[in-house]
């Protein structure tokens, strides 16, 4: 459990098996293989049974030394469990591996030339790091759309608490690549939009031909750091990291009869950024550091001013990727290493991401002045952060009670 930060998030593998295990009992005796639905995927393609190291690591704790779970761990879970590894058939494999050739019955449903290589099943978030240009260690990618996943790759194997997942081999070859984020990133800034906005900010942005967000981030983007007296908590959805704890939730300080829609919405987003603050110094304190932070995702393109409050308050420059579709180009780039060289591919991750990933999108430095007061709005925030997450009062989960 330490590679996961001390707790396992409920929606993974392995819990989900142990409710089957708990709650129909007799289903889980039935099943001769349970699998991820990518790696099934990869199966239907090739008539290979394989499990890619990238979902078996952060979804099922298998790690390159001990393997899966130890029976006694699986015991202490349930006397039921104990036969887990009986039921996770197939060899596991390297991302950038190839898992297989495509069957003939596969090619002609894709159109596809039959034999053609397959590469590893991944995970959506973790296959978007080379898409960027991101080629080894400390180097960081933020993946920002709905929710934010953070992936960081290391030499170095380090306990963070609440983490999602530290996994060799689950990136690069010979890498830790460590896994966090936030459950609520772009879902909090539209649940504002759609639950919070008058009807007169509506009839603005109609009348300039522009979203609410926009018309709310041209208002905001006025206002000086900490202009507003706000700071908000941004755990509309829980924390996924560094408190993992779903049963969080949101809070706005500050608010007065003068506060006006953009405050709020410039609160919210300065919260989102602080949480990865967070994230990062609980990084630092264990060792594994980022020299270089990029980011790609729905945000990036359409928010420039969000990308600018998250280089102030990170106080870290960011480069960004010029393609809108990070996870399906990274599937390219592990693709073409799994076809390998002598198919016009390449030999390693590292030398597919140097040559195919797409940077060049624009890069975003922190402005000194603004990082001299984000400074002092988030020693508030981690003020708040602590009290209400770190057991300082309990009342969020009364509430949620």
């Known amino acids: 459990m330490t590679r996961c930060g001390g707790r396992l998030n409920a929606e993974c593998m392995l819990p989900k098996l142990l409710e089957i295990v708990k709650r129909a009992p007799e289903v889980y005796e039935a099943t001769d293989n349970f699998m991820e639905v990518s790696d099934y995927l990869v199966y239907l393609l090739t008539g290979e049974t394989t499990r890619c190291m990238c979902h078996a690591g952060y979804k099922l704790l298998w790690n390159e030394e001990d393997g899966y779970p130890s029976e006694e761990f699986l015991m202490a879970l349930h006397p039921n469990f104990v036969s887990l590894k009986e039921k996770l058939k197939g060899r596991e494999i390297q991302v950038g591996e190839c898992a297989g050739r495509l069957t003939g019955k596969a090619a002609e449903r894709l159109g596809l030339q039959e034999g053609t290589a397959v590469a590893a099943s991944m995970i959506d978030a973790h296959v978007a790091v080379p898409s960027v240009g991101i080629d ?162 729905g945000i990036v393109g359409k928010n420039p001013f969000m990308m600018q409050l998250y280089a102030d308050i990170l106080g870290q420059a960011i480069h960004t990727s010029s393609t809108e579709q990070g996870s399906a180009f990274g599937a390219s780039v592990y693709a073409a290493v799994a076809a390998g060289k002598q198919a016009g591919g390449y030999t390693t991750v590292n030398e597919a991401a140097r040559t195919m990933g797409k940077g060049g999108g624009r890069r975003y430095e922190p402005i000194l002045k603004n990082v001299e007061t984000y400074h002092s709005l988030y020693r508030e925030y981690k003020t708040l952060h602590d009290y209400f997450g770190e057991g300082g009062n309990e009342v969020m989960h009364r509430l949620r009670r």
């Open 136 to 297: 080894g260690e400390d180097k960081a990618l933020m993946i920002l759309g709905t929710s934010c996943c953070m992936l960081l790759c290391s030499d170095k194997l380090s306990y963070i608490k609440g983490i999602s997942g530290c996994v060799k081999d689950a990136v690069f070859p010979g890498l830790y690549a460590y896994e966090a984020g936030q459950s609520a990133v772009g879902d909090l800034f539209d649940w504002f939009v759609r639950s919070c906005v008058p009807g007169s900010y509506e009839r603005e942005a109609l009348d300039k031909g522009i979203s609410i967000h926009a018309l709310l981030s041209e208002k905001a983007s006025r206002l000086a750091p900490g202009e507003s007296g706000l700071v908000a908590l941004d755990w509309w959805n829980g924390n996924r990291s560094c408190l993992a704890d779903a049963k969080l939730s949101g809070m706005i300080l500050g608010l007065t009869l003068r506060t006006k829609p953009e405050e709020i919405y410039r609160a919210l987003l300065e919260a989102a950024a602080f949480g990865m603050r967070v994230i990062f110094e609980e990084f630092r304190k264990s060792g594994v550091t980022t020299k270089e932070l990029y980011a790609c995702g």
